[in-house]
């Protein structure tokens, strides 16, 4: 009887262990997920500087549309969507491209939408002061203001193409 009564505490202790972890693999972000479709064709001469050589440079969409670096170099059509505060694709210092949602998470945290404004490697919120590093490929706070890392979206690298979806 006793043996029982130490399986049964057992299994109770194992069940709310279970209960009380996180899914490590299931990432929950702060900034709300809105409809993502950016595309962008390296081919193109739009996109001719945004290649795997040249490291450290982005291509942004918003709703003013395709910028890159600070140059507009191609309006939104009606089937694009760039998430919560703007889609920001940039490479990093191993030459991998990379898709990050620029809304800032300890601001859309506080129910605020400040998106992100790129400086250098940096994604700087403009209201809250934190800096993400882009470079890196994580997009990870630097300033220990925000826990989170900016939302990294879904991309996809084809023959020359790179899908963002959501």
Do not use: W
């Not at 043996?3 to 990432?27: E, M, P």
């Not at 395709?66 to 140059?71: G, L």
């Amino acid at each position: 009887m006793r043996g029982y009564r130490l399986q049964v505490i057992g299994a109770c202790l194992t069940a709310l262990l279970f209960l009380g972890c996180k899914d490590h693999n299931s990432l929950q972000s702060s900034v709300p997920r809105y409809p993502v479709n950016v595309t962008i064709d390296t081919r193109s001469g739009v996109f001719v500087h945004f290649l795997p050589t040249a490291l450290n440079t982005y291509v942004q969409v918003d709703a003013a549309g395709y910028h890159y670096h600070d140059e507009v170099v191609q309006p939104l059509s009606v089937l694009d969507a760039y998430g919560y505060g703007g889609v920001v694709v940039y490479i990093d210092i191993n030459g991998n491209y990379n898709a990050f949602d620029m809304a800032c998470p300890y601001c859309a945290e506080r129910a605020l939408l400040r998106p992100c404004l790129i400086d250098g490697i940096f994604a700087k919120c403009p209201e809250c002061g934190e800096e993400y590093d882009l470079g890196s490929g994580t997009a990870a706070p630097q300033r220990g203001i925000a826990r989170e890392s900016l939302l990294r979206l879904p991309l996809n690298n084809a023959a020359g193409q790179i899908t963002v979806r959501q």
